[in-house]
């Protein structure tokens, strides 16, 4: 696996919404950093993270891959979708560095746009770690 490979991969899991394949991008005991201070590590925990998504709709991504080693790479990632339920609201809004926009109770959920940087290492044609970094917000 390259970046190029793992970043088809990991649009087709987040636009289908399954946990399943975004795990299996990942070697058995693989990590991945959703942000620089919280990780998941092996299939379980990363299909478990990896159910939020579940709570999204209409997901779209794009990417653009910066770099390109043989086992490593970094890309840049642009991903919006229709946030669902309250709970993926509330899941958001108590991220780090998140600004809630003014809602009133039983206006409509946003659209929500995130931006991001990945950096991937692989061996043995999996992805044995990755690291994200993004900022998100709903879109105008």
């Not at 998941?40 to 990896?50: C, V």
Request: charged share 20%; proline share 6%; aromatic share 12%.
């Amino acid at each position: 696996m390259d970046i190029t490979r793992f970043m088809q991969g990991y649009k087709a899991a987040w636009e289908a919404r399954d946990k399943a394949m975004f795990a299996a991008l990942f070697q058995p005991d693989g990590i991945y950093h959703n942000t620089p201070f919280a990780s998941q590590r092996g299939h379980a925990e990363l299909a478990a993270y990896w159910s939020r998504v579940e709570l999204q709709s209409d997901v779209q991504l794009r990417y653009e891959v910066l770099a390109s080693l043989p086992d490593a790479g970094l890309a840049h990632w642009h991903v919006t979708y229709q946030v669902t339920s309250e709970e993926l609201f509330r899941i958001w809004a108590a991220s780090t560095g998140t600004s809630v926009p003014a809602r009133q109770p039983g206006e409509p959920l946003p659209r929500m746009v995130l931006d991001g940087a990945l950096q991937a290492r692989f061996a043995d044609g999996l992805c044995a770690e990755c690291r994200i970094w993004w900022h998100s917000m709903p879109q105008s």
